[in-house]
């Protein structure tokens, strides 16, 4: 039996955030519907997906920086670091100085509010406007969107459909996967390092389950998750309002004791080219079971406890 997609999330990445892992397998049919629901199209794609979001743990670029850090990432934009340091630590005016004028991008703010967002990062004004021309979500309007679910995973199946990346993958073509998510070769070694982990999670041959789970406590307070399941047909969705437990609409992550300096991510304005390869495994889908019997065992139990409270509350009231 195939264990649950979320399940094998969980194993890939221990550290991911279970609001992130809950959110995909909600969504799962959005994988399904792209044609990456065979196993070496899912490592392939969870490899990369894990480089950009620092193994499922956020959905948010990460743009807060030491001055020194940015003259490693951007030499030729902070050359020294006296011209480094007005951006250092300012995550909204670093994202207008690399971002802004480009990417689509032409309002001021446009750089910080079409910031890396979703599973792999869609940047730029343009990309979020490819988004909003094949679901209808108002995301250039409404840019958090894509650092929430269904939009984090509509974005990412949307971009790596468009690029037929899924060809690459049939090919185990990690390079180009690599590139036809980014245009260049940034986090290879990381995204190959992944790719040998969802090698033992999803072996060829291997079914996938991509059973909708029964999930429990996942809105609980700092994961602010809403995980509403995209519709796989019919009307334009509507964007939901955000949680009582985050008024800021902060993205999905398990905030970290201490903002990384990990790698900006790179500009994904390149498509590449290919045609659609076979399958490969098999795909095993059922439908949501709901533990009926396990509901009424555990219905028993409780009044079976409460009952034999009470005798021996009885008891004790008289031999006592």
């Known amino acids: 039996m195939a264990n649950t997609l979320a399940a094998d999330l969980a194993r890939l990445s221990p550290t991911a955030s279970p609001a992130i ?174 790719l040998a982990k969802a090698a033992k999670i999803w072996p060829a041959g291997s079914a996938i389950d991509f059973t909708t789970p029964i999930l429990l406590n996942v809105d609980r307070p700092g994961s602010s998750l809403p995980v509403q399941p995209a519709q796989p047909a019919g009307p334009v969705l509507q964007p939901q309002p955000p949680p009582s437990t985050n008024p800021a609409n902060l993205p999905i992550s398990e905030p970290p004791s201490a903002p990384s300096e990990s790698a900006p991510q790179p500009v994904r304005n390149q498509g590449v080219q290919g045609d659609v390869g076979a399958q490969n495994g098999k795909t095993i889908r059922t439908t949501p079971k709901i533990p009926a019997l396990a509901t009424i065992l555990a219905l028993a139990a409780m009044a079976l406890a409460g009952f034999w409270h009470h005798v021996t509350d009885l008891f004790w009231s008289i031999f006592g």
């Open 21 to 194: 892992i809950a959110g995909i397998a909600v969504n799962a049919h959005l994988l399904d519907q792209a044609g990456i629901n065979t196993p070496i199209r899912l490592r392939h794609f969870f490899a990369r997906v894990c480089v950009e979001t620092g193994g499922l743990r956020s959905l948010e670029e990460n743009l807060s920086y030491s001055a020194e850090r940015l003259t490693r990432v951007w030499p030729k934009r902070f050359p020294s670091l006296a011209v480094a340091k007005p951006f250092a630590k300012n995550p909204a005016k670093l994202a207008e100085k690399v971002y802004g004028g480009r990417l689509g991008n032409f309002k001021p703010g446009d750089g910080w509010n079409f910031r890396g967002s979703g599973l792999l990062q869609n940047t730029g004004r343009e990309n979020f406007e490819e988004v909003e021309d094949e679901t209808g979500l108002p995301v250039t309007s409404q840019p958090e969107l894509l650092r929430t679910f269904p939009g984090a995973l509509q974005a990412a199946t949307i971009y790596w459909t468009k690029r037929k990346i899924n060809a690459l993958a049939d090919q185990d073509d990690v390079t180009g996967v690599c590139k036809g998510v980014n245009g260049g070769t940034i986090g290879l070694s990381e995204q190959k390092t992944w």
